[in-house]
């Protein structure tokens, strides 16, 4: 589904910044009065939100064959422009993946691989392609500001992309490093690698350890549902039938809460029977 994204003033400033860049570059390389028109119609278009009109423009730009520094910033905001905006993904990685063959500067790539990660992990769910994506990210020499983080996407990507045993040996290596970002975090997707494979035993064991040291409430909520669930798997439905009780309360849904507890009350009851 395509989400209506509204341009902010932090974002209308970065673009004026990269536009009066690339205009910049324009003129130092001599372009006609033409393509300088149209950068200045692109970016007018840009802050009116008229974001169809700002592409076409810029489409027609990059058709004249412009410099590599002046292209490769097109790119990048015809890259922003369909996804943050028009929701078009697949012409967005086209322009980040332009960037990334062709750039010159090293930033610029690292710049268009973090915003084609996202895409494909929060939009198009091709897992696969973003677990490449954030381990070349994670790889990255010299180490990037955020490693961390795109470690993390790595395996969740493995995991979701249901590569259990590439996922669980990323999760395993963040959770042994006790100063990493997501020390603890790792810990819930590790159980829910375990829980995906049914290794019930595993699921338990990391998510009452991850239950302990979570400090967001609504993550340690989430993770008690998940353990719940694990127990009914396991057929021991009296602690199952705890979990749920205890977070009746606080789950976003109450209703699943309460659905679950009286299901779980019926089979109960049936076994004493």
């Given at each position: 589904?395509?989400?209506?994204?509204?341009?902010?003033?932090?974002?209308?400033?970065?673009?004026?910044?990269?536009?009066?860049?690339?205009?910049g570059?324009?003129?130092?390389?001599?372009?006609?009065?033409?393509?300088?028109?149209?950068?200045?119609?692109?970016q007018?278009?840009?802050?009116?939100?008229?974001?169809?009109?700002?592409?076409?423009?810029?489409?027609q730009?990059?058709?004249?064959?412009?410099?590599?520094?002046?292209?490769?910033?097109?790119?990048?905001?015809l890259?922003?422009?369909?996804?943050?905006?028009?929701?078009?993904?697949?012409?967005?990685?086209?322009?980040?993946?332009?960037i990334?063959?062709k750039?010159?500067?090293?930033?610029?790539k690292?710049?268009?691989e973090?915003?084609?990660g996202?895409?494909?992990?929060?939009?198009?769910?091709?897992?696969?392609?973003?677990?490449?994506?954030?381990?070349?990210?994670?790889?990255?020499?010299?180490?990037?500001?955020g490693?961390?983080?795109?470690?993390?996407?790595?395996?969740v990507s493995?995991?979701?992309?249901?590569?259990?045993?590439r996922?669980?040996?990323?999760?395993?290596?963040?959770?042994?490093?006790?100063?990493?970002?997501?020390?603890?975090?790792?810990?819930?997707?590790?159980?829910?690698?375990?829980?995906?494979q049914?290794?019930?035993?595993?699921?338990?064991?990391?998510?009452?350890?991850?239950?302990?040291?979570?400090?967001?409430?609504?993550?340690?909520?989430?993770?008690?549902?998940?353990?719940?669930?694990?127990?009914?798997?396991?057929?021991?439905?009296?602690?199952?039938?705890?979990i749920?009780?205890?977070?009746?309360?606080?789950?976003?849904?109450?209703?699943?809460i309460?659905?679950?507890?009286?299901?779980?009350?019926?089979?109960?009851?049936?076994r004493?029977?």
């Amino acid at each position: 589904m395509k989400k209506n994204y509204r341009l902010n003033k932090t974002s209308g400033n970065i673009y004026k910044v990269i536009c009066i860049a690339i205009l910049g570059l324009v003129l130092g390389c001599d372009f006609s009065a033409r393509i300088n028109k149209e950068i200045i119609l692109a970016q007018t278009a840009f802050n009116n939100q008229n974001y169809k009109r700002a592409a076409f423009i810029y489409e027609q730009i990059l058709k004249r064959n412009p410099p590599i520094q002046v292209k490769t910033k097109i790119h990048y905001q015809l890259g922003d422009l369909y996804s943050l905006h028009l929701g078009l993904w697949d012409k967005s990685i086209v322009h980040f993946k332009e960037i990334i063959a062709k750039a010159n500067i090293p930033l610029w790539k690292v710049k268009a691989e973090e915003k084609l990660g996202e895409i494909y992990f929060s939009h198009t769910k091709d897992f696969n392609a973003s677990a490449e994506i954030y381990r070349e990210l994670s790889e990255f020499v010299p180490k990037l500001m955020g490693q961390d983080f795109y470690e993390l996407r790595l395996g969740v990507s493995l995991l979701y992309a249901n590569k259990f045993t590439r996922s669980e040996s990323v999760f395993n290596n963040i959770r042994s490093n006790v100063g990493h970002t997501y020390y603890i975090r790792s810990k819930y997707f590790l159980g829910l690698n375990y829980f995906h494979q049914k290794l019930w035993k595993g699921a338990i064991v990391e998510w009452k350890t991850y239950i302990i040291e979570e400090k967001r409430s609504d993550y340690v909520v989430q993770t008690k549902f998940l353990l719940a669930n694990t127990y009914e798997s396991t057929e021991d439905l009296k602690k199952a039938y705890n979990i749920y009780y205890n977070i009746l309360n606080e789950y976003p849904n109450p209703q699943v809460i309460k659905n679950r507890l009286k299901s779980l009350y019926s089979r109960r009851v049936a076994r004493k029977r």
